[in-house]
C-alpha cells in the first residue's frame, strides 16, 4: 500500500465520524505532518515506496488530532503509550500502543477480539498528554488494556491498575475505532499488496515539502542543524526576503519584518561550531557593524535555540497590566530630588526592558546620585541597605550575582566592575557589550540595582509607590534631616 492510498482510505474510513470530516487537503496536511515527523517516508522520491505495517499504524494515530497540522505530534506521543500493569500476553506481549495496533492489523484473531480501541491525547496528568484505551472480549468476558505515557511510572508496574474513566482533563476529545475500522483497514491492506498500483495522482501532495526542502537548501540547514533564532528591533538597512549571508567566517540567516513577525538573525550553532552564548556575541558584533555603517540603532532581543530550521520570531506582546476600574490620584512631586530620581528610573526600566543594560545599571546609579554623588557615599550607602534586600531577591539571581561578586564586596563590585565598567573605558575594568556573558553578568547587576533604587525612593526621598495617595512623601522632610552615609546632615 502506498502512501496516497492509504490517506484515500482513511478519509473513507473517517467519513461518517462527524458532521464536518476531513476534506482530501485535510488529509493532504496530516500526511505532511506524519512526513515531517518522520512517521511515514518523506520526499517526492518516495511516492512509489510501499508502505510497512509499522508506517501504516504510524498513520492511524495521527487522525487523532483535530487540527490536521499537529498530526504527526500527536500519532508521536499517542504511539510511545506503554500498558497500564506492563506488558501483558493480550495484543501480542505489546510493550506500547504501536505494539498493539500492529497485532491488531495482522492476527485475525487479535483483531475479532477487540470491540473498540479509544485514543485521546488530552491531559491525562498534569502536562502529561496521552491516553487509549483497548475493549476486547475474550471467552465471553470483556475487559480493558490502557496505555498512558512513560512516566506515570506507578502505573506501568505489575498488577497496577487504572479507572479509565476517571480522567485529569475535565473534557476530552476521543477518537474511537471499532472492530470493523481495523477489519476493513486490513482489507485494504491486502488488497493494495495482492495487487500493486502506480503511485496515485500528480504528487501535488509534495509541493509544500518540495518548497519547504527548497528552503532548507537555500538557507544552509542540514540534516543535524541547530538553529539560534533571535529577534532584532532595529532601524538598519534589512534584507526584503530571508536569506542565508556571511559574516567574517560563519554564516547568518536573516529573515524581514513581517505583519506577525519582526526581524531576526538565525545561526546553525552545529554548523559553525558554536555555543548558544558565543553565537549571541557573534550576532552582537554583525548588529554593531550594521549599527556603524548605517549610523541606525540595532538591538538583539530574546530567543530561543534548538529547531533544524531557521524559524521566525513572532513580534513581542509582552503581558500588561489592566483593570476594570482604573483608579489614579497621583500628583506631581513637589521635591525636585524626587521628580529628577523618578525620571532616572523611568529611564534605567526602559533601557532594561528593552535589552540596553550597560544605560540600565547607570540610570539606576544616577537615581542614588541624586542625593549622594561622591563614588564613595553611594558605596556605604549600598553596603548599609544590601543586607536589607538580600533576603527578598530571587535565589537564583542572588547566587549568580553573589558569584559575580566573588570575594569582592558588593558595594566596590557594583561601583568598579559595574559603575565605572560601563561608563568608562578602563584595562582594569573592561565591559564588551557585544559579549553575552558580560551581558548577563549586568542583566543581573541592574535587577539589583533596581532593587536599591526603588529603596532610596521610597525610603529616603518619600515617594509612595501607591497609585492612589502621596502620603509617603510627608516621610521626605524628615529623610531629609536625617544623617548621611558620612555623618553629615543630607540637603
Known amino acids: 500500500m502506498l502512501a496516497k492510498q492509504l490517506s484515500q482510505v482513511l478519509a473513507q474510513l473517517c467519513r461518517h465520524s462527524e458532521v464536518v470530516t476531513d476534506t482530501?487537503?485535510?488529509?493532504?496536511?496530516?500526511?505532511?505532518?506524519?512526513?515531517?515527523?518522520?512517521?511515514?517516508?518523506?520526499?517526492?522520491?518516495?511516492?512509489?515506496?510501499?508502505?510497512?505495517?509499522?508506517?501504516?499504524?504510524?498513520?492511524?494515530?495521527?487522525?487523532?488530532?483535530?487540527?490536521?497540522?499537529?498530526?504527526?505530534?500527536?500519532?508521536?506521543?499517542?504511539?510511545?503509550?506503554?500498558?497500564?500493569?506492563?506488558?501483558?500476553?493480550?495484543?501480542?506481549?505489546?510493550?506500547?500502543?504501536?505494539?498493539?495496533?500492529?497485532s491488531i492489523l495482522i492476527d485475525c484473531a487479535i483483531r475479532h477480539s477487540v470491540?473498540?480501541?479509544?485514543?485521546?491525547?488530552?491531559?491525562?496528568?498534569?502536562?502529561?498528554?496521552?491516553?487509549?484505551?483497548?475493549?476486547?472480549?475474550?471467552?465471553?468476558?470483556?475487559?480493558?488494556?490502557?496505555?498512558?505515557?512513560?512516566?506515570?511510572?506507578?502505573?506501568?508496574?505489575?498488577?497496577?491498575?487504572?479507572?479509565?474513566?476517571?480522567?485529569?482533563?475535565?473534557?476530552?476529545?476521543?477518537?474511537?475505532?471499532?472492530?470493523?475500522?481495523?477489519?476493513?483497514?486490513?482489507?485494504?491492506i491486502a488488497d493494495a499488496?495482492?495487487?500493486?498500483?502506480?503511485?496515485?495522482?500528480?504528487?501535488?501532495?509534495?509541493?509544500?515539502?518540495?518548497?519547504?526542502?527548497?528552503?532548507?537548501?537555500?538557507?544552509?540547514?542540514?540534516?543535524?542543524?541547530?538553529?539560534?533564532?533571535?529577534?532584532v528591533d532595529n532601524q538598519v538597512t534589512w534584507p526584503r526576503e530571508e536569506m542565508l549571508i556571511e559574516f567574517d567566517r560563519y554564516k547568518l540567516v536573516l529573515m524581514p519584518k513581517t505583519n506577525d513577525h519582526m526581524q531576526s538573525v538565525h545561526i546553525d550553532l552545529h554548523a559553525n561550531r558554536l555555543s548558544m552564548e558565543e553565537a549571541m556575541t557573534i550576532i552582537n558584533r554583525f548588529l554593531s557593524v550594521l549599527t556603524w555603517c548605517d549610523d541606525q540603532y540595532a538591538i538583539m532581543q530574546d530567543g530561543w535555540a534548538g529547531n533544524p530550521v531557521p524559524v521566525a520570531v513572532h513580534k513581542r506582546n509582552l503581558a500588561f497590566t489592566t483593570t476594570y476600574h482604573w483608579v489614579f490620584n497621583r500628583d506631581i512631586p513637589a521635591s525636585e530630588e524626587a521628580r529628577r530620581a523618578l525620571a532616572l528610573y523611568r529611564e534605567g526600566r526602559n533601557a532594561e526592558q528593552n535589552f540596553m543594560i550597560g544605560y540600565a545599571v547607570l540610570s539606576y546609579f544616577k537615581v542614588l546620585e541624586v542625593r549622594y554623588p561622591e563614588g564613595k557615599d553611594i558605596r556605604s550607602w549600598i553596603a548599609q541597605i544590601f543586607p536589607l534586600l538580600q533576603s527578598g531577591l530571587d535565589a537564583d539571581r542572588?547566587?549568580?550575582?553573589?558569584?559575580?561578586?566573588?570575594?569582592?564586596?558588593?558595594?566596590q563590585y557594583l561601583w568598579k566592575a559595574c559603575r565605572v565598567a560601563v561608563a568608562h573605558v578602563r584595562e582594569k575594568h573592561p565591559s564588551d557589550p557585544d559579549v553575552v556573558e558580560e551581558l548577563h553578568r549586568l542583566h543581573n547587576a541592574a535587577a539589583i540595582m533596581r532593587r536599591l533604587a526603588r529603596h532610596f525612593i521610597r525610603t529616603e526621598l518619600g515617594v509612595s509607590d501607591s497609585p492612589f495617595s502621596d502620603a509617603a512623601e510627608i516621610a521626605s522632610e524628615q529623610s531629609a534631616a536625617s544623617p548621611s552615609p558620612h555623618g553629615q546632615t543630607s540637603h
Not at 504527526?72 to 498493539?100: M, Q, S, Y
Not at 491498575?161 to 477489519?183: G, H, I, K, T, W
Request: charged content about 25%.
Open 24 to 102: 482530501t487537503g485535510d488529509m493532504d496536511r496530516r500526511f505532511e505532518s506524519l512526513r515531517n515527523y518522520g512517521r511515514l517516508p518523506r520526499g517526492r522520491g518516495n511516492r512509489g515506496h510501499a508502505l510497512s505495517n509499522e508506517q501504516i499504524v504510524a498513520a492511524v494515530p495521527g487522525l487523532t488530532a483535530v487540527q490536521p497540522s499537529w498530526s504527526g505530534h500527536v500519532a508521536t506521543i499517542l504511539a510511545k503509550l506503554k500498558p497500564v500493569g506492563g506488558k501483558t500476553e493480550a495484543f501480542g506481549n505489546a510493550a506500547t500502543l504501536a505494539d498493539a495496533l500492529s
Open 193 to 231: 499488496r495482492a495487487c500493486p498500483s502506480p503511485p496515485v495522482g500528480d504528487g501535488s501532495e509534495y509541493e509544500r515539502e518540495d518548497a519547504e526542502e527548497a528552503r532548507r537548501l537555500r538557507l544552509g540547514a542540514r540534516p543535524l542543524s541547530r538553529f539560534l533564532n533571535v529577534g
Open 398 to 411: 542572588a547566587k549568580a550575582f553573589l558569584n559575580a561578586c566573588g570575594n569582592e564586596n558588593v558595594e
Open 115 to 188: 470491540v473498540s480501541v479509544r485514543l485521546s491525547v488530552a491531559e491525562s496528568g498534569a502536562n502529561s498528554h496521552g491516553l487509549a484505551v483497548i475493549t476486547y472480549e475474550h471467552d465471553g468476558t470483556r475487559g480493558q488494556l490502557s496505555f498512558v505515557r512513560d512516566e506515570a511510572v506507578s502505573l506501568l508496574q505489575p498488577g497496577a491498575r487504572l479507572d479509565a474513566e476517571s480522567r485529569y482533563a475535565p473534557a476530552n476529545r476521543e477518537l474511537v475505532l471499532s472492530q470493523r475500522f481495523f477489519d476493513r483497514l486490513a482489507g485494504e
